[in-house]
């Protein structure tokens, strides 16, 4: 049971170029979720989806692009990279809860580098 | 607006010397609130919940509390392991299943 895998762990970009980031969990959550993290400023939510099919915007949505064609993977594009998007980037799930949330799970994160 | 403030930044703490981190928030309608520790290069790792206010959950040398307006992490005779950035996240009736986090605690135990 691997939980949140993402790749790749590491990736460096040249401004202007585009990459996409992969994010699987293998347990049947319906809710992913990317975040950014970035000195002092903690994880901020990029997009979200609360299943197959569907995706949202989160707080900093500008720059990127989500899909979720199956419902184990969510994906992130970044179209043209800038350096402002030099970050690490967490992936993560969790089920619908019933009384409130349910805990998310987080992946290893990717440290992207944009120069 | 939904806020999440945690304090303080950073916290050096000698091993077996007690002490309690804060999170303290400002949302309308609480629907979860989450404290996650997270290890240099690594994702955040889930710890407790808390839905109501009164509610305790307790692990190891870790014991969450929750009131109305903020939510403590104390941590009893910390050991140098223990150290790590501890964050607190919600979920409100505005953000439905998103999660919004604070910038977290630093948490360093000196042996």
């Known amino acids: 049971n691997a939980g949140v895998t993402q790749t790749p762990k590491f990736r460096v970009l040249k401004t202007g170029q585009s990459m996409t980031l992969l994010c699987a969990q293998d347990?049947?959550?319906?809710?992913m979720y990317w975040y950014r993290q970035d000195p002092g400023m903690g994880l901020r939510l990029i997009h979200y989806?609360?299943?197959?099919?569907?995706?949202a915007k989160g707080e900093v949505p500008d720059g990127y692009n989500v899909s979720r064609l199956k419902k184990q993977n969510f994906l992130l594009g970044l179209e043209s990279a800038a350096p402002s998007q030099t970050s690490v980037y967490f992936c993560?799930?969790?089920?619908?809860?019933?009384?409130?949330?349910?805990?998310?799970?987080f992946g290893q994160g990717t440290r992207l580098t944009v120069v | 607006e939904d806020q999440v403030t945690q304090s303080p930044e950073a916290l050096r703490l000698q091993e077996g010397e007690s002490s309690s981190l804060n999170c303290s928030y400002t949302?309308?309608?609480?629907?979860?609130l989450f404290w996650y520790r997270q290890d240099p290069g690594k994702g955040p790792e889930f710890l407790f919940t808390?839905?109501?206010a009164g509610e305790e959950k307790e692990k190891e040398r870790l014991k969450a509390t929750l009131t109305k307006k903020e939510s403590f992490l104390h941590i009893t005779a910390p050991k140098p392991e223990d150290s790590a950035t501890y964050l607190c996240?919600?979920?409100?009736?505005?953000?439905?299943?998103?999660?919004?986090f604070g910038t977290g605690t630093s948490l360093t135990v000196i042996p």
């Open positions: 347990m049947n959550h319906e809710y």
């Open positions: 996240a919600v979920q409100t009736l505005n953000t439905g299943n998103q999660f919004y």
């Open positions: 989806s609360v299943g197959e099919g569907t995706t």
């Open positions: 949302v309308s309608g609480l629907r979860g």
């Open positions: 808390l839905y109501s």
């Open positions: 993560a799930s969790s089920l619908r809860g019933v009384r409130g949330g349910t805990e998310a799970f």
